[in-house]
């Protein structure tokens, strides 16, 4: 369950622009915008060292806020956005969306492991596919973290989506079979069948039709088959 709501207070502001907005730096603000399914777009300016330590805490985006407007109504919110300046590192913009009690958020949960596998043991690599796990829950449910134990994985065995333990009314937005961590051979002892089982495990195939990664080599299929075209049309080209 989400934690006591932490009330941020706002300030009204109407200027919009690089100038406008340097003169809410200049008084020690940063400008922000709220927006939301029942809230048109609203102009802020609020306080960047509230939240810069709301963003540090151990729930960061995941805090649910009250939101103060100095002169109009409340509104519960949660930080979509936010830009920090590249070279001094202060926070520079924040956005806000509106939430509300009875509608489910999508967000994304640490995920930890616990315990050392015995696979890890055997001389396997422990391989942590997702860091994050996105999922749906209303506001108040957000979990503060997810955590499973490894210890008792062998060799080439894997926790999937299926095996979390998730809150009442929390679901995970991944594939019940989808590998969230594997215990996997040494890359230089894996053999190419177990490099394969290995990519398998990590979820490193890509679904039809996805892209694969940026540089990545195409597959040896599809690479035998382009350097074959050219050769079978000279082949055909000969016999005519």
């Known amino acids: 369950m989400t934690s006591a709501m932490i009330q941020v207070n706002a300030k009204s502001r109407t200027a919009t622009g690089k100038s406008a907005a340097g003169r809410i730096r200049a008084k020690g603000e940063v400008p922000a915008v709220a927006y ?8 802020l300016s609020v306080d960047p060292k509230q ?4 963003l540090a805490n151990e729930r960061g985006k ?14 519960l919110a949660m930080i979509k956005e936010y830009a920090y300046h590249p070279v001094k590192r202060n926070l520079t913009h924040v956005d806000f969306v509106e939430v509300k009690l009875d509608k489910p958020v999508d967000v994304e949960i640490p995920l930890f492991t616990k315990g050392k596998a015995v ?17 749906r829950c209303l506001p108040d449910r957000i979990p503060l973290k997810l955590e499973v134990d490894v210890t008792h994985l062998e060799l080439g065995e894997a926790i999937a989506t299926k095996d979390l333990q998730l809150g009442e009314g929390v679901t995970a937005r991944l594939p019940e079979e989808q590998t969230l961590v594997a215990v996997v051979a040494p890359e230089k002892d894996r053999t190419e069948e177990d490099a394969a089982a290995a990519a398998l495990l990590a979820g490193a195939a890509p679904a039809a039709g996805a892209a694969p990664a940026a ?7 599809a690479k035998d088959a382009k350097a074959a075209a050219p050769a079978a049309a000279a082949k055909d080209a000969k016999k005519k």
Do not use: C, W
């Open 36 to 43: 939301g399914h029942d809230l048109p777009s609203t102009l």
């Open 51 to 54: 939240i810069v330590s709301i």
């Open 62 to 75: 995941n805090n649910v806020l009250k939101v103060d407007v100095e002169g109009k109504k409340n509104f």
């Open 119 to 135: 696979g890890v043991t055997a001389g396997g690599m422990l391989r942590q596919v997702y860091r994050m796990v996105p999922v």
């Open 215 to 221: 540089g990545a080599a195409p597959a040896a299929g």
